[in-house]
T-cell receptor, first 113, second 113 residues
């Protein structure tokens, strides 16, 4: 069935280090992969997304990589800062029902000073 | 911040009651999706409306229903409220169907006692 798995569920990194969050999806025809950041009590905010015609996309300290063969995509945050502490969600719409975006279970990222 | 707004911000109801939540989409967006986010979990897709028609539904019972109006604002109605309906209800709007970027509203926190 349609599924998006995300790991790790929690991640703690030293300020200035890099953080990597990984997601796998089940529908090989999925073609759009957004990442959202949700701070406590706030709305999910899109931070980066990638479509299946590219393998990597960067925006300053944030990058997303996509491996369509393995059906996984990853979020990379470099030079982490305290304001990066939040819950991060990956998402993917199954091609068979593209209106229905399925979210991963989330990764709680903590940046240690 | 996105141009997506939701009302009310918070709501307390008792079991068996009915509730209506409202969402105004971002200017230029004709698609609204609704999600339920339980504490500590990722958003779960309820349904999507495109140009006033339902365009996809998640695994939610029929007591969850919706509407979209000609100005593309939307309502989520939940009948016969249950304790497990307590959650943050998010709407997201996008410019077109499915794999266009979705922008979330601030959410309505529903508590069912």
């Amino acid at each position: 069935g349609e599924n998006v798995e995300q790991h790790p569920s929690t991640l703690s990194v030293q300020e200035g280090d890099s953080a990597v969050i990984k997601c796998t999806y089940s529908d090989s025809a999925s073609n759009y992969f957004p990442w959202y950041k949700q701070e406590l009590g706030k709305r999910p905010q899109l931070i980066i997304d990638i479509r299946s015609n590219v393998g990597e996309k960067k925006d300053q300290r944030i990058a997303v990589t996509l491996n369509k063969t393995a059906k996984h995509f990853s979020l990379h945050i470099t030079e982490t800062q305290p304001e990066d502490s939040a819950v991060y969600f990956c998402a993917a719409p199954p091609y068979s029902s593209a209106s229905k975006i399925i979210f991963g279970s989330g990764t709680r990222l903590s940046i240690r000073p | 911040e996105t141009g997506v707004t939701q009302s009310p911000t918070h709501l307390i109801k008792t079991r068996g009651q009915q509730v209506t939540l409202r969402c105004s989409s971002q200017s230029g967006h004709n698609t609204v999706s609704w999600y339920q986010q339980a504490l500590g979990q990722g958003p779960q897709f309820i349904f999507q409306y495109y140009r006033e028609e339902e365009n996809g539904r998640g695994n939610f019972p029929p007591r969850f229903s919706g509407l979209q109006f000609p100005n593309y604002s939307s309502e989520l109605n939940v009948n016969a409220l249950e304790l497990d309906d307590s959650a943050l209800y998010l709407c997201a709007s996008s410019a077109e169907l499915s794999t266009d970027t979705q922008y979330f509203g601030p959410g309505t926190r529903l508590t069912v006692l």
